[in-house]
Structure formats: structure tokens, C-alpha cells
């Protein structure tokens, strides 16, 4: 476990800061300047101003104390990078261990401290790796960066990164995921955990010569790494899936609730058996790599996954409910930006594919990696800054409305590029460029709401078709297209052999249409709680089902079902959804279908 340590700020030992808390709730300062005056005017001390992780704190105890309303919220100007919150949930990120690849792609990176594909330096990695791969510790630390700095962490959507996961154990697949549950189920904003270990790994398990003549998968396997792979990552507990359903369990009613569930694996790897095993740990979203659909430039690169296999992963989590997050890589080995925008165009306009999200990586150069060598020998080309970028402005402007662009670069330190794309902020720096050519990005986190006042709510609904099913994509948005809130409702066709599979593993799911997704955009708030100002909890998301109701109903479906998270669990069974095995439903009466 991860060492903690309690930090010694103590609010009842200031007065002061209560009247400085009072003049910040009442004036309500809108930047730093006017804030700054406010904590000169109540110092901390004769040397120290008091930090907004201390007023929030102050804050805290409070309405602990019962001196401030309970409804009422932090104020904004206090909160660290208040963005994390205006999607309506906050993302908590955390690695699997190192493990055996079945892949060979030439652009990975091979840090054998890390999953395949993955750097030690990366944020998220150097947290995984001070933490020794403990999922418990990973949640932990991360909630409490999020509780210190003034977000809500009661509504989070947990990533699992690390490559396949798939290729874990089952033991261990299970394991993880019941300490991601423990550990939200167990956090407490009063235990000041504070991060304080090092990078405690064993020299015998870095830079060894021997190494450099084996690949990644061969150092995992030597002796020597087996030896010495306890010093990098904890062992694995016993995945246990009664104790996993316990603390599900638990986490339907808790303070921090699981309101999204992602993994990422190999398409190849996606099978309806494996996808009841998802739906048994909770997953509702699925992250797969694509990269590019031209044969040629996937064979080059050694992406040995066919493109049979990702449309038939496209089909099937589509037909079992789970969100599709898409991953595509531009400038890959022999690759054009003619080559990228086509395969781009065709992820869309394809029954195929038509991903909910999709993540776009240029790929860069890094050490020990095939690219890497091609690039030494002048063998690969990095695209030109200006074609870059408007590859990428091309690429926005034909992103379907109903699509969330989540990332443009992999969170990789610019140290640790050789060559190829170091913007941090390039998303930012492509749409100043279509501002001032006056084009259009309209993916959803374009159109996200954030902060602004809602006065007017306008429905709408976005059809669209794939080769297993009608798509309904409900939305609503105010005056400015701006989405307030969405759900995406997937009909299947019921007469294709792939729908016939599908029953035979899920039964439940026969004759439902699935709700996939419901978002309600906005500042976070807690549960329960209400904010006139935020969408959040004003019964849009109600309002989206009722609608869904009807459209199923018309299609003769008989019933509603929806890949609830295990943090949802209860709100769905309010607005009137019954628990099945896997998933929660709810009945289509006769009127719905008129």
C-alpha cells in the first residue's frame, strides 16, 4: 500500500480565513488580481498567504459544521482548473501493470516498466508507477487531487488504461476492477492522503545491456525481469467476483459513485463471451485501436489486426450497448495526409464503423521503437507543422455532430519526442486557426455547454444508419447549438445472423432497444443536489427517456434496456427501470407504440 501522511493545516486555527471566505461569497471575484487583493487583506500569516486548497478546505468544515448551506457550492474562482468539472463527471485514469503484447505495431513505444505502448513519463504512467501498479492507490491519490482542488467527486468515470485487457488474466481483470470499486467506496475527504514514495525500482530491472538485443515481450519473459518485477508493481490479489458484486454493491448508494467504466483492447480480441464478461465487471465503454483503414500503410506498420475484425467489433459492442471509443494515428510510416483524411472520411461515412468517439494521435518518434530506426536511416517523413494542422482542421470540419473528439495528442512529454508533433495544446491551436478562416467544428465537445446560463432548451434528434442497426442520437441544445444534453439510442435490425448470435449470449436483450448513453453536460454537482444555473439534475436526462420510449415503442420494441453503470443503477431504477442480469429495462406499453 501507499504510504500517507496527514497534512497539518487545520482551519479552526485561522479566524481569519472565515471573514475571508465571507468577502470571496460575497463579492464573488471573477479572476486571480481581484481574488489576490481579497487574501492580502486576510494573510495567513506575517509570511504567507492562505492557498485556495486551504479555503477550500475552510469551506469544507463549514458546512460540516453547518455554518454554510449545505446545497451551496464551492466557489468557482477557488477551483483548480474548473474545465475537469464542466463535462459533468470528473475522469479518474489508472494503468495495468506491465504485460506480454500480442502486437507489433513499429510505432509503440517499449518502456518495459510500463503496459505496452505507454512511457513512464506520462502523467498517469509516473502515478501508476509510484503507486506500484496498485489500482486501489491510483484511485486514491487521484480523488484526493480532485477533492483538494475543489471538484465533486462523486460522479466518476474510471479509465483502465494499459493496452489489451483482454490479455490479463481473468483473476486479474477482476481483482483490478474490485479495487477500483474499494477504493471510491473507501475515500474520505478528511484522510489527507498526500502521495510520499519514490521511484522505488530495481537498477538490475533498468538499462541493462542485455536488453537492447531483446524486444519487449522477450525482456518480460527473461528471468532476470521475473526476478525483480516485484520491485515495480504489487502482486496480484485474488480475483474474486463475489467480493467484486459486494462492492458494486456498495457503490450503487455510495458518496463517490462509478458513473462510467472504460477498458481498451485489441478488436480482434472482442467476442460476445468476452463482452458478458465486461458487462459483469461493469464496463460500459470500450476503447479499440484503429488507426487507419488502408491495407497497405496497416501491413507496412505491422498493425496485425484485419479490418474483418474491427468492423465485427464495431457490430457487436454496438448490439450489446457499449459506447465506441475509436483511436486513429496520422502520419504513420508511408502514410500521406491524403492517405489520414480518406481513411478519416471513411470512418464515418462507413455502415462499418461511425464511432461515438474517437481519438486522434499523430504519431511521433520515440526511442526504441521500429519507427524510430526508420526515421534514423531517413526512411520516414514527418508531416510539415502547416500540413498538420490542416489535416487535422479538415478532419474537424467532417466530424459528425453526434461524435466527442475526447484527445488530439497522446499526453506524451515533449523529452520524449525524437520527432514529430510537441504542441501540448495543438486541439486549441487547430480551432484558432478555423476561427479565423471561419470553419466549423461541430463534435460535441465542441459544443459542450460548460458554464453558460441555459435560457432556452431546443429538441432535436440526429438519425443515422450502420450495418447492424438504426442509430438515434437525441439531443438538447440551446440557442447557440450548444448541447445541453444527449442519449444515444441504438435499434438493432433484427433479421441479421449477428443479432441471432447476440441473443444466444445476452437473451435479455431480445426485442430491446438499448439506450447506450445519456449525458447531461455542465458543472458536476453532487448528487441530489440542484444548481439553476446547471443542467445538471434539472430532468433533461427524463425528458430524453421519455422520448426514447416513444421512438422504440414505434418500432415495435418491448423494451427499453440501458448499460447502466453501477453508479447509475439508482437513478434509473427512479425513473422507472427494473434490474436484469446485465443490464436494467424498462417496459414499452402499448401507447408508445401508437
Not at 508 to 524: K, P, T
Request: aromatic content about 10%; proline content about 4%; glycine content about 4%.
Amino acid at each position: 500500500m501507499l504510504i500517507m501522511r496527514y497534512k497539518k493545516f487545520i482551519p479552526q486555527q485561522y479566524p481569519q480565513i472565515y471573514k475571508l471566505l465571507d468577502e470571496i461569497r460575497s463579492k464573488k471575484p471573477e479572476n486571480y488580481k481581484a481574488l489576490k487583493k481579497l487574501l492580502v487583506k486576510y494573510p495567513k500569516d506575517k509570511h504567507y498567504l492562505f492557498s485556495k486548497s486551504d479555503l477550500i478546505k475552510a469551506f469544507r468544515y463549514l458546512k460540516k459544521m453547518r455554518k454554510i448551506n449545505e446545497k451551496e457550492t464551492i466557489p468557482s474562482i477557488l477551483i483548480e482548473n474548473p474545465v475537469r468539472s464542466m463535462s459533468g463527471v470528473n475522469v479518474v485514469s489508472v494503468l495495468t501493470r506491465p504485460n506480454l503484447c500480442p502486437g507489433q505495431c513499429i510505432f509503440c513505444p517499449n518502456d518495459i516498466l510500463m503496459p505496452k505502448s505507454y512511457i513512464r513519463s506520462e502523467p498517469s504512467c509516473r502515478r501508476a508507477l509510484n503507486c506500484r501498479f496498485d489500482p486501489y492507490d491510483q484511485v486514491t491519490i487521484r480523488m484526493k487531487a480532485l477533492t483538494s482542488t475543489g471538484h465533486p467527486a462523486d460522479k466518476i468515470e474510471l479509465l483502465i488504461l494499459g493496452g489489451t485487457w483482454n490479455s490479463y488474466s481473468e483473476n486479474y481483470r477482476v481483482w483490478f476492477v474490485r479495487e477500483l470499486f474499494r477504493a471510491l467506496n473507501e475515500f474520505s475527504q478528511q484522510h489527507n492522503y498526500d502521495e510520499q514514495v519514490s521511484f522505488n525500482i530495481a537498477p538490475e530491472i533498468v538499462d541493462i545491456e542485455v536488453y537492447k538485443k531483446l524486444n519487449y515481450n522477450e525482456i518480460l519473459k527473461s528471468e532476470l525481469y521475473q526476478k525483480n518485477q516485484h520491485n515495480i508493481m504489487i502482486d496480484d490479489g485474488e480475483g474474486n467476483y463475489s467480493q467484486l458484486g459486494n462492492q458494486q454493491i456498495i457503490n450503487e448508494t455510495s458518496v463517490h459513485r462509478c458513473v462510467g467504466l472504460a477498458v481498451e483492447t485489441r478488436p480482434d480480441l472482442i467476442k460476445f463471451k468476452q463482452l458478458r464478461n465486461f458487462r459483469k465487471l461493469g464496463v460500459t465503454k470500450v476503447q479499440i485501436g484503429v488507426q487507419t483503414l488502408r491495407p497497405s500503410i496497416r501491413k507496412i506498420n505491422k498493425i496485425n489486426i484485419s479490418l474483418e475484425d474491427i468492423k465485427y467489433s464495431f457490430k457487436i459492442l454496438r448490439l450489446t450497448g457499449f459506447k465506441i471509443l475509436a483511436h486513429v494515428m496520422f502520419n504513420l510510416y508511408t502514410a500521406s495526409p491524403e492517405d489520414d483524411y480518406s481513411s478519416y472520411k471513411e470512418i464515418f461515412n462507413s455502415g462499418h464503423y461511425k464511432p461515438d468517439e474517437l481519438k486522434i494521435y499523430p504519431a511521433v518518434v520515440t526511442e526504441n521503437t521500429e519507427l524510430n530506426d526508420l526515421y534514423q536511416k531517413g526512411l520516414h517523413q514527418i508531416y510539415k507543422p502547416e500540413q498538420l494542422l490542416e489535416l487535422l482542421a479538415k478532419c474537424f470540419e467532417i466530424t459528425p455532430s453526434y461524435c466527442r473528439l475526447p484527445r488530439v495528442i497522446r499526453d506524451i512529454p515533449s523529452t520524449e519526442i525524437i520527432a514529430g508533433n510537441k504542441i501540448s495544446n495543438l486541439r486549441e491551436v487547430v480551432e484558432e486557426k478555423m476561427f479565423r478562416e471561419n470553419r466549423i467544428c461541430s463534435d460535441i465537445r465542441a459544443r459542450e455547454i460548460k458554464n453558460l446560463e441555459i435560457k432556452s432548451a431546443k429538441y432535436s434528434v440526429i438519425k443515422y444508419n450502420t450495418e447492424v442497426s438504426d442509430e438515434y442520437f437525441l439531443q438538447y441544445t440551446n440557442s447557440e447549438n450548444k448541447i445541453i444534453a444527449l442519449l444515444r439510442l441504438t435499434l438493432a435490425l433484427r433479421d441479421t445472423g449477428v443479432y441471432s448470435t447476440m441473443i444466444d449470449y445476452f437473451p435479455e436483450l431480445e426485442n430491446s432497444a438499448i439506450i447506450r448513453e445519456i449525458h447531461v453536460y455542465g458543472r458536476s454537482l453532487k448528487i441530489n443536489h440542484r444548481n439553476k444555473n446547471s443542467p445538471q439534475h434539472s430532468g433533461f436526462g427524463k425528458a430524453l427517456i421519455d422520448k426514447t420510449m416513444n421512438i422504440a415503442g414505434k418500432f415495435n420494441f418491448k423494451k427499453l434496456a440501458v448499460i447502466s453503470s453501477v453508479g447509475t443503477r439508482e437513478y434509473y431504477r427512479k425513473v422507472g427501470f427494473y434490474d436484469g442480469e446485465l443490464y436494467q429495462f424498462k417496459n414499452i406499453h402499448y401507447e408508445n407504440r401508437k
